[in-house]
């Protein structure tokens, strides 16, 4: 799976500039797929020069004219094409695991797992913000393309929710191992710890 799968699937759904779609990703696509803003301009910019998508100018009053895109018929093809596509499930690839398989310092383990349960909690509450958000009323009465949307987003609440009971699992198991050094970490909680998947 690329970018251009997620971008093309935004734009099936309605024309949209460049600047709805990062907010989309901000919002509601950072659970499907990572990008930055840059990635996807840049994306964009592959999908009209392919003819998989097309832009009109649109003029602002005081503001730069900005681009709306939309799907053109080859990328509404090829969005079908790669739906068709068997879905290739990816190796696990999660450094935590690893360490938490090597063994090592006790409280070093402690405490990656401690930052890996903390940015799990904080994901789950930004995927509980979006879900009051845009999916306040019940599941019976979404329409058909917001109930998939819905299903994508219900993905990301139940598979923190499980890391998050796995990591207090871990958390207890680590606790009852042999005793510490003086190694562990400052405390620090960044990516390297908190890597999820």
Known sequence: MSLRYVILTALSEQDLTGYQITKEFDLVLGNLWSASHQQVYRELAKLADEGLASFEMEAQTGKPDRKIYSLTTAGKDDLSRWIEEPVLFAPTRNALLVKLYAGGNRDTLL?????????????????????????????????????????TLRYGVTQREAQVAWAEEAEQVIGDLGQSDDTALDGDCGPDQAEAN
Request: glycine content about 0%; hydrophobic content about 35%; some cysteine.
């Open 111 to 151: 405490e990656h797992v401690t930052c890996f349960k903390a940015n799990c909690r904080a994901a789950l509450a930004e995927y509980q913000a979006i879900a009051k958000r845009y999916y306040p009323e019940r599941l019976e009465d979404m329409e058909e393309w917001k109930k998939r949307a819905y299903l």
